[in-house]
């Protein structure tokens, strides 16, 4: 069952901050956030493990609610590079390997 | 640098015809996957691979089948191709649970 992205898309001016939303029914090993320009692969920005840790990279930070399943990708002061895709993918330990399941991703387009 | 590649970057195949796709990765990673990929429905996992001749079906693997006789090479299969199986094909590669994938490229294959 693929987690639950919001919103579906945004549309954000230069200098403005946005929020990109992932819940699952699921226990989490991690989360991860994932953006995709264009025409190309996607591209891993951070992982989240249990534990409710919270990770930042330049301006871009994210969150992980362990007890509610939840995470949060947040972009401060947009940038027009930060326009794509945004994926999460909750992964999931089954023993032997781990699964990791993609939500159906956030259309970001920052304008000047 | 991480390097996942993939056979072909476009694929036009005929109803019925078998089609094979592979991925080689130069990083000696355990896990590998296969995902297709369509509008609105983010990335959606077929198979993945967590050792040499060992795979598990992910969420979509009706159709399909694969083969990892080489720890670096992961193949993706369609017995019978349909015009359903029109699709972006996405392989990954990992170190394990709660490390990033690496993607390659991608095939665009068509099923006409």
């Known amino acids: 069952q693929q987690p639950v992205q919001s919103p579906q898309a945004v549309i954000l001016r230069e200098g403005e901050d946005a929020v990109i939303n992932c819940s699952s029914s699921?226990?989490?090993?991690?989360v991860h956030w994932y953006r995709q320009k264009h025409g190309e692969a996607p591209v891993f920005l951070m992982i989240?493990?249990?534990?409710?840790e919270q990770k930042g990279h330049d301006k871009i930070s994210a969150s992980f609610n362990e007890k509610k399943q939840q995470s949060s990708l947040y972009l401060t002061a947009s940038q027009l590079s930060y326009s794509g895709t945004y994926f999460c993918?909750?992964?999931?330990?089954?023993?032997?390997?781990?699964?990791?399941?993609f939500g159906t991703g956030t259309r970001l387009q920052v304008t000047l | 640098d991480v390097k996942v590649t993939q056979s072909s970057r476009y694929l036009v195949k005929r109803t019925g015809e078998k089609v094979f796709l592979e991925c080689v990765q130069d990083?000696?990673?355990?896990?590998m996957f296969w995902y297709r990929q369509d509008p609105g429905l983010g990335l959606r996992l077929i198979y993945f691979?967590?050792?040499?001749?060992?795979?598990e079906k992910g969420d979509i693997p009706e159709g399909y089948s694969v083969s990892r006789e080489k720890k670096e090479r992961f193949s993706l299969i369609l017995e019978s191709a349909s015009t359903n199986q029109t699709s972006m094909y996405l392989c990954?590669?990992?170190?394990?649970?709660?490390?990033?994938?690496?993607f390659g490229p991608g095939t665009r294959l068509t099923v006409l």
């Open positions: 993918g909750t992964e999931i330990w089954r023993g032997t390997a781990s699964k990791l399941t």
């Open positions: 691979s967590y050792d040499v001749k060992m795979k």
């Open positions: 989240l493990l249990k534990g409710g």
């Open positions: 990954a590669s990992s170190l394990g649970v709660g490390n990033e994938q690496f």
């Open positions: 699921k226990a989490l090993y991690s």
């Open positions: 990083m000696d990673h355990e896990n």
